[in-house]
Every structure is written in structure tokens, then in C-alpha cells.
């Protein structure tokens, strides 16, 4: 059996065979309150690695930055709608929304600076923390897994986020810094939990940026007494292919798919599917 960076030894999660039929989605809410920790990489990645095992997927850009709709090759300021207006026009079908990437079976919801007026808007909304779900709720039959790109907030997006979603995967830079404030994310989940969303599952903690010196190595050892088996097998490595792969707007599996860090985002898909978090 083979051992991950921690000395845990796993099955091999196998190359999964391809689905009969796709839908209903998982939707997962990619979430830190902290930036810079890998959450559109992620969820872009992520996502390219299960269209490449025939998986339909959607990234919902919900980050004002609108960083997975650039990394996918969207100018949202060139459409009619984007998400914010999804959330706030009822005239507007959500499927009007969808922009089709240029890799097939990748699709976004797509997400400009026009989102940072959101946060005023909801407070003043009837139901506000459950408008995503109803947006996405005409979309999931459709796809296969729903990625929900959080900005780096605790506020009413990502709450909307945490109540739209089934399960949240949490990436976590390998530095001690960006180990301080997931307690406080943790804190608000059981409150969506408590409150909103009971069945809100947190699916795993995802580290990234990692090299092997003893800095990372030790947060790493921080991470698995923090959250044990909630610590995905696959680390995503620091790599400069990353930011080369988002300039060329396509997801490193398929940017540089024989790269290290294709494959372990590769491993990472491969573990959600073997999971059963991901049909």
C-alpha cells in the first residue's frame, strides 16, 4: 500500500470508469476566510482533473475578484450577466449565466467586481442566506459536481455559499500563518450547520503551496493533529507550472498534464470519486 507525506498508507485510489448518466451534482464550497491559499487554483484544477475522468462540472465564481473567471478564459465584463445578477434578477435564468469554457464538460458561472455590492444587498433580502441555493437548485441535474469558488470572507456570500452546498473542501497553505484562522472558518461552519444547512459535511482539508523543508513539514504534522483523517493524502506541491497554467487560462492537468502538481490534483479527484463525495 503506498504512504502519504504523513506516513499514512492508503489504498490506491484507481482511475475511475466513466458515468452513464450525469446529475444530480454534488456542490462543494471551496472556503477559507484567508487569501492566497490556493481556493480558485483549486477549484480550477480540481475541476479540470474530473472533466478529464468524464465528469460534468461547474466552478460558481463567487469572489468579487473574479479570479476562476479569468483563469478560465471569461471576460465577465464583456457579458449581460454574471452571477450577481443571477442572485438579484429573478427574470434571469440561471442558465443564462453558464458560460461553456473551452474544455468541454467545464462550465462557469461567472464573476466580476460588480459581486462586492452583494454583501450590502443581502442584508436587506428576504431569506438572504439561501439565495445560491435557489440558483443553483435549476442547475444541478445538469452537472455532475458543482465547485463553489468562496471569496476570502466569513461574510454573507460565503455563508450563501456554506448553505448552497453539500460539503466544503478547505485548502490550507503549508505556513503557519494561514493555520490561524481556520478555527474560526470551522466555527462558522457549525453554525451553518446548526442554523442553516444541517447536513453540510466538511469533506477535507486540502494542503497546498507545500515544499519539503522543515517549515511545511512541520504545519503539515499541525494540520493532521487538527483535523487527522480529514487531511486529504494528496499534498499539492508549490510549483511555478501553476501560475504559468492560470496566464494561459487552462487547468495544469491540462496545461502540463505529465506535471507534478497535475498529478496530484489528479490524485485529488481520484480520492473524492473513491470517496463517493463525487459520483
Do not use: W
Not at 125 to 149: F, M, N, S
Not at 189 to 205: D, F
Not at 232 to 237: K, L
Amino acid at each position: 500500500m503506498p504512504t502519504d507525506l504523513l506516513g499514512r498508507t492508503y489504498e490506491t485510489f484507481p482511475v475511475p470508469g466513466p458515468l452513464e448518466q450525469h446529475g444530480p451534482a454534488r456542490v462543494i464550497a471551496m472556503c477559507n476566510q484567508k487569501g492566497g491559499v490556493g481556493k480558485t487554483t483549486s477549484s480550477i484544477n480540481i475541476a479540470g482533473a474530473l472533466i478529464q475522468y468524464g465528469r460534468r462540472v461547474l466552478i460558481v465564481d463567487f469572489d468579487p475578484q473574479g479570479a476562476a473567471t479569468v483563469g478560465l478564459g471569461v471576460n465577465a465584463n464583456l457579458l449581460d450577466a454574471t452571477v450577481y445578477n443571477a442572485l438579484f434578477d429573478p427574470s434571469i435564468d440561471a442558465h443564462e449565466v453558464v458560460q461553456h469554457t473551452e474544455f468541454e464538460n467545464l462550465d462557469i458561472m461567472p464573476a466580476n467586481i460588480d459581486l462586492s455590492a452583494a454583501e450590502v444587498q443581502l442584508v436587506t433580502e428576504v431569506g438572504r442566506e439561501q439565495i445560491l441555493a435557489g440558483v443553483l437548485r435549476k442547475l444541478r441535474d445538469e452537472y455532475d459536481v458543482i465547485i463553489i469558488d468562496c471569496q476570502p470572507s466569513l461574510g454573507l456570500l460565503t455563508v450563501n455559499a456554506l448553505a448552497a452546498a453539500d460539503g466544503v473542501i478547505i485548502p490550507v497553505a503549508a505556513e503557519f500563518f494561514a493555520l490561524r484562522g481556520v478555527a474560526l472558518l470551522m466555527q462558522s461552519i457549525e453554525k451553518v450547520q446548526a442554523r442553516i444547512n444541517p447536513s453540510l459535511e466538511v469533506y477535507g482539508v486540502l494542503v497546498t503551496m507545500f515544499t519539503h523543508t522543515l517549515h511545511c513539514e512541520e504545519v503539515l504534522q499541525r494540520i493532521d493533529e487538527a483535523f487527522s483523517d480529514k487531511v486529504f493524502h494528496s499534498v499539492i506541491s508549490r510549483s511555478i507550472k501553476l501560475p504559468d497554467s492560470t496566464v494561459a487560462a487552462a487547468p495544469i492537468t491540462i496545461y502540463a498534464p505529465s506535471h507534478k502538481t497535475a498529478k496530484e490534483y489528479r490524485e485529488v479527484s481520484r480520492e473524492l470519486i473513491a470517496r463517493r463525495i463525487v459520483a
